[in-house]
Structure formats: C-alpha cells, structure tokens
C-alpha cells in the first residue's frame, strides 16, 4: 500500500496535479507491479514562499516549477527503488512536461506490519495483501 504526498507550489490546475499523480501511480504499478486500486496521493499545494531551495544546487539550475515527491512503502531492494525513480522521471518529463533537475524524490521504507486499511486482507504466509501475485512476490514486487 504505498503512499505518496507530492508538494507543489500553489497554481498549478487540477489537471497538472492529476497528471503528475498519474504518472507516479503508473509507475509504482509498472516496476512494482502494484494492484490498479493500491493508490492513496496527498497532494500539499504551498504558498510559493514556503518551498525553500538555492536556485542552484548540485551543479543545477531549479526552477520554480519544482515538485518534491516523497513515497511511502515496504522494504523494496535497491535495484528496485533505482528503477522506479527512473520511471517516475522519465513519465513526468514526458507526460507533463516537468524538468529532471526541477523533481526531487524520497523514499520512506516502513515494515509490512506497520500499514492498515479496512478491507484489505493479508495471506498470512506471506505477509502481503492476498491481490499480490506469486510472481510479483517471488520478484520482491510486492506491498
């Protein structure tokens, strides 16, 4: 069950905070192979003067059209969260027109046991909700 809370500056249309969410949820199911209805986005729309960062950092020019993203989900490896950033990356470049060196993304990495939600169940073999398929589980796909 991952989650996710994407900050933006305020002025952005429904549609562009629609896009960006789109474009991290379809992601999230093409690398971590995800169920379509494991999604749950907070989208924080801030006063310009409250996203706070030197025009310039790591060498880079940022605009003021930065997004910080920051997701929540199970222990994932390395390999795996490399991977989903890049696809992340790539899918806001293209389907909404965002800069690389305008997105900045974190992982929080928490323990299956920690997540609750009415209706979901749990094999209790393997920890995961019971959608997930042996597959995506045998891959470390799985949340």
Same mark, same amino acid.
């Given at each position: 069950?991952? #989650?996710? $809370?994407i900050y933006?500056?305020k002025?952005k249309?429904?549609?562009?905070r629609?896009? +960006?969410?789109?474009?991290?949820h $379809?992601? *999230?199911?093409? /690398?971590f192979?995800?169920p379509?209805d494991?999604?749950?986005?907070? /989208?924080?729309?801030?006063e310009?003067?409250d996203?706070l960062?030197?025009?310039?950092? #790591?060498?880079?020019e940022?605009?003021?059209?930065? /997004?910080?993203?920051?997701?929540t ?9 490399a ?6 990356a790539?899918r806001?470049?293209?389907? /909404?027109?965002?800069?690389?060196q305008? +997105?900045? *993304?974190?992982?929080? $990495?928490?323990?299956? $046991? ?7 169940? +749990? ?8 959608? *997930?398929?042996?597959?995506? *589980?045998?891959?470390?796909k799985?949340?």
């Open positions: 069950m991952p #989650f996710v $809370e933006l500056r002025g249309t429904p549609e562009y629609k896009a +960006i969410s789109t474009a991290i $379809e992601s *999230m199911r093409e /690398v192979q995800i379509e494991d999604f749950f986005h907070v /989208v924080h729309n801030l310009p003067e996203v960062h030197p025009p310039m950092f #790591f060498g880079l940022r605009g003021p059209d930065s /997004v910080i993203i920051r997701m989900f199970n222990h994932r490896p390395p390999e795996q969260k991977a989903l950033i890049e696809a992340i790539d806001l470049v293209a389907t /909404v027109g965002i800069r690389r305008d +997105i900045l *993304m974190t992982i929080l $990495e928490t323990a299956a $046991e920690n997540w609750w939600a009415h209706g979901r169940t +749990i094999d209790p073999e393997t920890g995961f909700d019971t959608r *997930m398929t042996a597959e995506a *589980m045998a891959a470390g799985v949340d």
